[in-house]
């Protein structure tokens, strides 16, 4: 699982607990504006799925705020509100926000509800005309005191392995000077076996051409003995015809 913080900002939002968001527009003197700190977390869970963490907080009220949506939690959220971005896109979706904010045409608004229990944050577009439209609402829980402390230990544990990070960085370099020894190692002991190779190869050869020259020897030698065979038959077939010639001369 993969986890990465894609969103960490201090956002300024106009709270006012009891007045529904609708009408805001008009009644600007009923807001007060709080610091707060608005991070997103995105991670790449089991089967390439994408999910993400809203937290909220506000270190001088101490309070914090969150929410977890997962893919079929943000169709749902899509289909209410009429979305048009995909959840690996919301992200992106907000940082452009977060400039349009800084050039005063967006605003973050916020409305506290179930005795402060549920806090919503919606993400204002201010038009001209001063009208107002909420792109995207996110519907966040207070961390009770053992989700808080959940949350803390999270927070805890990515600081340790933040901390981490370095250690795990030499070993990994130590690991991979490692692997890079023994591939050495290996290419070289490679190399042994493919000289010898060769030189089996040149030596068979030298081998072959001495047994081809032998046969070729082998060869002559079986043709020389023979042609002395065809000679002696033919001395002895001329003797025995000498022989014959001559019995018949002395003959009367």
């Known amino acids: 699982m993969f ?8 956002i ?6 009891s007045t529904p968001i609708a009408s805001l ?13 608005l991070e997103v977390e995105q991670r790449l869970e089991y089967y390439s799925t994408i ?10 009220h101490f309070f914090v705020y969150a929410l977890r949506l997962k893919g079929e939690d943000y169709k749902k959220m ?11 896109d919301l992200p992106g979706f907000i940082k452009d926000f977060l400039e349009e904010v800084k050039k005063g045409k967006g605003v973050f608004k916020g409305t506290s509800s179930d005795g402060e229990t549920k806090f919503r944050l919606d993400m204002v577009s201010k038009s001209k ?5 909420v792109l995207l609402s996110l519907e966040m829980e207070k961390l009770v005191v053992w989700k808080l402390a959940q949350y803390l230990e999270e927070m805890n544990g990515i600081s340790k392995m933040t901390r981490g990070y370095p250690y795990v960085c030499k070993s990994l370099s130590r690991e991979v000077s490692k692997l890079q020894g023994d591939l050495n190692m ?4 490679c190399y042994n076996v493919m000289r010898e190779r060769d030189e089996a190869v040149e030596e068979l050869e030298i081998l072959r051409k001495k047994y081809c020259s032998r046969q070729e020897v082998s060869s002559r030698k079986e043709e020389g003995i023979k042609e002395i065979g065809r000679e002696e038959k033919k001395y002895v ?7 014959t010639a001559r019995i018949l001369l002395k003959r009367p």
Do not use: Y
Request: negative net charge; charged residues 35%; aromatic residues 6%.
């Open 25 to 37: 527009a008009s009644e600007k003197s009923c807001l007060r504006q709080r610091s707060m700190n």
């Open 186 to 189: 290996l290419m070289f002991k």
């Open 51 to 60: 999910s993400l963490s809203f937290t909220l907080s506000d270190n001088e």
């Open 78 to 88: 899509k289909n209410e509100q009429r979305l048009l971005v995909e959840i690996e």
């Open 237 to 243: 077939l001329e003797e025995v015809v000498c022989a």
């Open 12 to 17: 300024f939002v106009d709270v006012e607990p």
């Open 3 to 10: 986890e990465e913080i894609v969103v960490d900002e201090e």
């Open 129 to 133: 005309g001063l009208k107002h439209f």
